[in-house]
């Protein structure tokens, strides 16, 4: 199985690490706007193999195309977008066109080349204020509060 990871943070780094502990290939694909370049070189270290990166917005249908052609993908992990509640405040058409639009293209593309398999990091926000806690999945889900958690609901 080969896995293509979408964001390079620090969950992309430890799932990473973890899916070539188990054999399986990983491809890195970010636009490092939130994320540092180091978690592939780090993830090299530790596996001892060299790491795919492509840094590209997921917008960017014809470059993310490319790497699906190039590779055989069997599944994504999708981790990447926009992350901060404060300026999604700020800034919400940026934020929708981020974490939606990119999702839509990734998916677009995924279905373009037949790779069915999907997880998408969603976020607790989707449920806006919560009735209890801890949130349990089976929660309504609510009016989020801030814009951010509103491009995770639609994604949803």
């Not at 990091?121 to 801890?134: C, F, K, Q, R």
């Not at 814009?147 to 639609?154: D, E, N, V």
């Amino acid at each position: 199985m080969k896995a293509i990871i979408i964001g390079a943070g620090e969950v992309g780094r430890e799932l990473a690490e973890s899916i070539r502990r188990k054999g399986h290939d990983v491809i890195v694909v970010d636009n490092f706007s939130n994320s540092r370049r180091e978690m592939a070189e780090r993830v090299e270290q530790i596996t001892g193999r060299p790491l795919p990166v492509f840094e590209l917005d997921l917008r960017n249908r014809e470059a993310l195309a490319a790497i699906f052609s190039a590779h055989r993908i069997d599944a994504v992990i999708h981790f990447a977008g926009l992350k901060a509640v404060g300026e999604s405040v700020a800034k919400p058409l940026t934020y929708f066109d981020a974490n939606v639009g990119s999702t839509l293209v990734l998916t677009e593309v995924m279905a373009e080349f037949g790779v069915k398999s999907l997880v998408f990091s969603s976020s607790a926000t989707v449920y806006g204020d919560p009735d209890e806690l801890p949130i349990r999945e089976s929660a309504p889900l609510k009016r989020p509060t801030n814009p951010y958690g509103r491009s995770k609901l639609f994604i949803e």
